[in-house]
């Protein structure tokens, strides 16, 4: 399966600047960042030993390589394929590697201090507006792909898109405006149920608040700054596995 295909497949779209979360007209930085937050949210480390996970993040160190070579980028804009075969997705890369080169000096303080300035910000409610696009205002995904965002963050999220909807800065999408009240309490129970299996792994590795991510993000989240997400986990780079060689895929 090629990399636009494997996007489709695991991002919902097989466009390379939807992946990251940018525009076409993105500029180079734009598209590290793009890049960067959405790393944030779906790094290995939120699953432990889910190969898909791992799969994810390689597509999307995949798609990042693509965008940020100047003519992979032009091949891409103008053909809508993506070679394969050439240096920039050479399948012997690690992408661990190519992640830890861009953003190398990660720490828990830069982590915290990106949630605070990012939550509430012009660039969160840009980001949240894009994906009730992208998702045609169903919850579900919105909630999955938002940035900084646990189950706690419904009501302030809904808020942000109502407002954005009030507007007219975005349409009324039925799936937002009627939802369910089936569809809320499958959303709560799903939540629950992750935080849960979160628990219960932390018991069975035998970790401790000294050792495990799982419990500093619950310790946050216990804490008056509620809501930490697992964005400690998702930085922590330890189960990228070498990508599988694919061939030319064209652009949907």
Known sequence: MGLLEQCEELFKTSDLYEVLGVCKGASDSEIRRGYYKVSLQVHPDRAPGDELAT???????KAYAVLA?????AVYDEQG????ESDTLDQDRNWEEHWRRLFPKITLQDILEFEKQYKGSDEEVEDLKRLYLQHEGDMDLIMESALCC????EPRVKDILQKAIDAEEVPAYKAFTHETAKKKNNRKRKADRERKEAEEME??????????LVAMIKQR??????????????LEAKYCKKPAAGKKGKKK
């Open 150 to 153: 646990t189950h706690e963050d």
């Open 203 to 212: 018991k069975e590795m035998g970790l401790n608040s000294e050792d495990s």
């Open 81 to 84: 394929i993506v070679d394969e």
């Open 221 to 234: 989240q216990k804490s008056k700054e509620n809501g930490f997400n697992s964005l400690i986990s998702d």
């Open 69 to 73: 070579d100047k003519d992979q980028r």
């Open 55 to 61: 799969t994810k993040f390689q597509v999307l160190g």
